[in-house]
């Protein structure tokens, strides 16, 4: 077993087993900036995105514009009387909270958006990053390295003239969670994903992220140190109007189409750095174990049906509870990331949610997929739900597992669980008993790493993190109040639900509910 499974082991049992360093204290006086910054690079702003209905399909700028702000550019600014930590720095400027489409573990936004534009696109062929707070690409590099992407990616992958590149630079998170950084950030890239799988079907536009890729490769290509930067994703856009070029000749299907050996001239690279604005950058080695771990190659590219081993198992539990047919949104995609929050403590149980509601933020989560280069279409979910109800009109108090090719919920535990969500809760900036109901969604997440290798981490973090984006998502198209944590006692969990000897892992917790009424709420629009 690869070092993936160890840190695995030490994630599910972090809740009793600190992780080094346990006494670890973030310097926010030196925190790093939230985005990369390029300093001297021309600035692009980007256009806005037509409406849906007036797309052909295909991307355009607009169209990509439109993605980029409602997923990871500013959409407000947010200010309340919540139970979160940060409160009392909120309502200074240099501190403020802008809210955003996409979910972030701690509100950190550690993702960095690399745009490979190629020929008979709208901009000067090259490399580009979005920079989030202008709502802008900066070019980093001038001439089509398409290429250069197209080799890093192998044959398998369908070719395309433009690219999107998701990496991170992990002291952008590891600066607050030090070696718990590599599991938020591979959520994070998750989350992203699923906000513009979303956001692309209201336009009819198709995504399918490749996860195995030739990562030094591309990390030659933007100019960073691999070790600092992990490379997540790689998103080919059908674009309208584009030529796709043909794979060199000697290409040979299904084998990735390598760079020659040591003695080759150098391939084309960003000569920019990003200037850190830390004075001290700490290295966490846990960090960089798992990351070295997970580096993928695209020869190393799971075959169809691989991941079929570790398809989330048949709900167990009692006799099936029906659902109700789901509650329809009162938003469209758009509007709903525009909407979504993070609820902090103000969930209310004098008003619970109706099972129509519950039935639909299940359903939407059971239906999530990435689907990545490793996933078969039509293959088997990963991922199995189980729901913690409190107060949901109909449905009694306890603890279920949900079956959705039966639209129903399986008893597993009986009782009000409101003690037992607050005991096994380690912060103190939500209140789980008051909540409508927690979703908590499990991976088999050794099964995965047995059957695709250790680079499987990253794909059950970003399935996951897809998962709590749909969550968030769907929670505000119904006018419900949401959060998402992952401070919990996750061996608690295990034994709860009766998983002990299994290896279904519970990896997060998505809380659900009325807020209170007539709440204490400052909310500026900038979109």
């Known amino acids: 077993m690869g070092h993936a499974h160890d840190y695995a082991r030490e994630i599910m049992h972090r809740g009793r087993i600190p992780m080094a360093p346990a006494d670890f204290v973030p310097d926010w006086s030196d925190r790093p900036r939230k985005a990369k910054f390029y300093p001297g690079a021309e600035t692009v702003p980007l256009p806005e995105a037509p409406p849906p209905g007036e797309a052909s399909g295909l991307f355009t700028l607009p169209l990509l514009a439109g993605m980029l702000r409602d997923s990871y550019g500013l959409t407000g600014r947010r200010l309340a009387v919540q139970a979160n930590t940060d409160l009392a720095a909120l309502p200074h400027y240099t501190h403020a909270n802008w809210s955003r489409g996409t979910a972030s573990g701690g509100g950190l936004y550690p993702v960095a958006v690399y745009w490979a534009a190629g020929a008979d696109g709208p901009l000067t062929p090259g490399l580009y990053h979005y920079a989030p707070h202008q709502h802008a690409v900066r070019r980093l590099l001038a001439g089509d390295v398409t290429g250069e992407v197209r080799g890093a990616l192998g044959d398998a992958v369908p070719a395309a003239a433009h690219y999107l590149v ?23 890239v998750g989350a992203l994903l ?24 591309l990390a030659a290509l933007l100019g960073v140190a691999s070790r600092d930067e992990g490379l997540f994703a790689v998103v080919p856009l059908e674009w309208e109007g584009a030529r796709v070029p043909e794979r060199p000749v000697a290409a040979v299907a299904g084998s990735p189409t390598w760079p020659a050996g ?69 938003l469209g995609a758009s509007g709903a990331l525009l909407a979504r929050r993070s609820s902090f403590g103000r969930f209310d149980a004098s008003r619970p949610i109706t099972a129509e509601q519950l039935a639909a933020a299940l359903a939407d989560c059971a239906a999530t997929s990435l689907g990545s280069d490793a996933e078969r279409p039509g293959g088997p979910a990963l991922t199995a739900l189980y729901a913690f109800v409190n107060h949901v009109e109909g449905i009694a108090p306890g603890s279920y597992a949900y079956d959705p090719a039966a639209r129903a919920l399986r008893p597993v535990v009986s009782g009000p669980p409101g003690p037992f969500l607050q005991r096994n809760y380690f912060l103190s900036n939500y209140n789980l008993e008051q909540t409508g109901a927690v979703i908590v969604p499990t991976v088999r997440t050794g099964a995965v790493l047995d059957a695709v290798g250790d680079r499987g981490y990253r794909l059950v973090n970003a399935t996951i993190g897809a998962v709590a984006q749909t969550f968030y998502s769907t929670a505000a198209a119904l006018g419900l109040g949401a959060g998402v944590a992952l401070g919990f006692d996750n061996i608690a969990y295990i034994e709860h639900l009766g998983l002990t000897g299994t290896d279904e892992a519970p990896l997060l917790i998505m809380l659900l509910g009325h807020e209170r009424p007539r709440p204490a709420d400052f909310r500026h629009e900038i979109v």
């Open 166 to 188: 998701l990496g991170v630079k992990y002291w952008q998170n590891s600066f607050k969670y030090n070696s718990f950084s590599f599991h938020a950030v591979s959520m994070d």
């Open 194 to 217: 699923g906000t513009w799988r979303l956001w692309a079907s209201q336009y009819g536009l198709r995504l399918a992220p490749a996860l195995w890729f030739d990562e030094e490769r």
């Open 262 to 330: 040591p003695g080759a001239a150098p391939g084309p690279a960003v000569r920019r750095r990003d200037a850190e604005r830390s004075r001290r950058v700490l290295e966490f080695e846990t960090l960089h174990r798992v990351h070295a771990a997970t580096v993928g190659r695209a020869a190393d590219r799971p075959g169809p049906g691989a991941l079929d081993a570790a398809a989330a198992r048949a709900p167990r539990g009692g006799a099936p509870v029906p659902l109700p047919a789901p509650a329809g949104p009162s």
